[in-house]
């Protein structure tokens, strides 16, 4: 082989070998986190919110067990994280019956939030949802406010609202079990 032949095929091997090894370090990189069974509560599983993970490996819960709120336990946040990410929060918060909640106006930068049929009065938009509702039961009545959050850098455009409507009506029914509300 002559000088200049050998130069070109070492030089094309080592490009092979770097091409080949960013191919590991991307698919690396583009791998799902591992999900716990059930997050948030014990309510979502990998499937219902995978969409909302991206790429990583390490995935971080905080949060109680449950959401069985109190008047002395107002409040229960779950967070998720993939890497040191935010990628999902959860929370919902509990006041006294007739102390209504408020809600700030919409980002005017952003597509107006739609109606979310669900509770006394829901909303939805491109990165989350949030739903209020009434609480009268024989022994315990109160507000509940349930508020859903999400990365959706990672989604299909214009698929995110159905996934959080999605996410929120699961939620609503296993809040209102955990919370006794209605009970």
């Known amino acids: 082989m002559r000088p200049a032949q050998a130069s070109i095929a070492i030089v094309v091997t080592a490009l092979a070998a770097a091409v080949a090894l960013t191919g590991c370090t991307e698919s690396e990189k583009a791998a799902a986190p591992r999900l716990p069974d059930r997050t948030c509560f014990g309510i979502f599983t990998p499937s219902d919110i995978e969409p909302l993970m991206g790429s990583g490996t390490t995935v971080n819960e905080t949060a109680p067990v449950d959401i069985r709120l109190s008047a002395e336990r107002r409040s229960a946040t779950c967070n998720v994280d993939v890497d040191g990410q935010g990628r999902l929060l959860v929370s919902a918060t509990r006041q006294p019956l007739g102390q209504h909640f408020t809600w700030p106006p919409g980002d005017p930068n952003q597509p107006a939030a739609d109606p979310l049929p669900l509770g006394d009065k829901g909303t939805v938009w491109n990165t ?22 999400g990365s959706v850098e990672h989604m299909k455009p214009g698929t995110s609202r159905s996934l959080f409507t999605t996410l929120m009506e699961k939620y609503l029914a296993a809040a209102k079990q955990q919370t006794g509300c209605g009970a």
């Open 128 to 149: 989350g949802a949030r739903v209020a509702l009434t609480c009268k039961g024989s022994t315990d009545s109160f507000e509940l406010l349930l508020t859903i959050g």
